[in-house]
């Protein structure tokens, strides 16, 4: 990872709380983990919103099928990516004193048609999710495909950010955001990195 693209992450971070990050991991590596994704299909399940007792799912709020990455089964590529994300969060960790300890991934599969509507991503009962991380796995995305991430920062104009292959989107998990519905599979990680 090449220093300048450190700086300017952080930076970008510091000021409006997101990064974004094109071609954090390349077009073949991205392919490489969409397949994981799709060879996995059968197993992922439908998600939820809230956590624990409050764990509800509604199709019409949140469309996405996941699976949680176990620490223990990460597949090679999967962990190169992992590993990566981590040295920025450490970063942030050294810059921003964010305190971050432990971190979490699922896979994630919008199909054809689903969304997730405006929601921010700290839960009602605790506020240990820092910072969320998406890696988009979509090569050839167009317009036309939709799906877009949109984050609504308190003081600032909204960020469409594109589900492009490869791209890197960091933001603070506390920051409203939304997907748009997606005309295409859309196939994702989502991580978060959190306080304990
Ligand atoms: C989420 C989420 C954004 C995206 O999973 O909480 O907001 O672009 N994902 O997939
Ligand atoms: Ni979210």
């Known amino acids: 990872m090449h220093l300048q693209d450190i ?107 689903s969304h997730y509507d405006r929601h921010v991503d700290t839960f009602k009962n605790t506020d240990a999710r820092v910072v969320s991380s998406v890696l988009y796995l979509n090569s050839n995305w167009e317009k036309a495909h939709g799906g877009e991430l949109v984050i609504y920062p308190e003081n600032a104009a909204a960020r469409v950010i594109e589900p492009r292959a490869g791209l890197l989107a960091l933001f603070e998990s506390t920051l409203p955001h939304e997907v748009l519905t997606s005309q295409v599979p859309r196939y994702s990680i989502t991580g978060w990195f959190k306080r304990n």
């Open 7 to 113: 700086d300017r992450v952080c930076a970008d971070f510091y000021t409006s709380g997101i990064a974004v990050w094109p071609g954090f991991i390349s077009l073949q590596e991205a392919d490489i983990l969409r397949e994981e994704i799709k060879k996995q299909e059968n197993s992922l399940f439908k998600a939820g919103i809230g956590n624990g007792r409050n764990l509800q799912v509604k199709s019409e709020i949140r469309g996405d099928f996941i699976k949680w990455i176990d620490e223990g089964s990460v597949s090679p590529f999967s962990e190169i990516y992992l590993n990566k994300l981590k040295e920025i969060i450490a970063e942030f960790n050294r810059r921003f004193f964010l305190g971050i300890q432990k971190n979490e991934h699922h896979m994630a599969l919008y199909p054809a048609g």
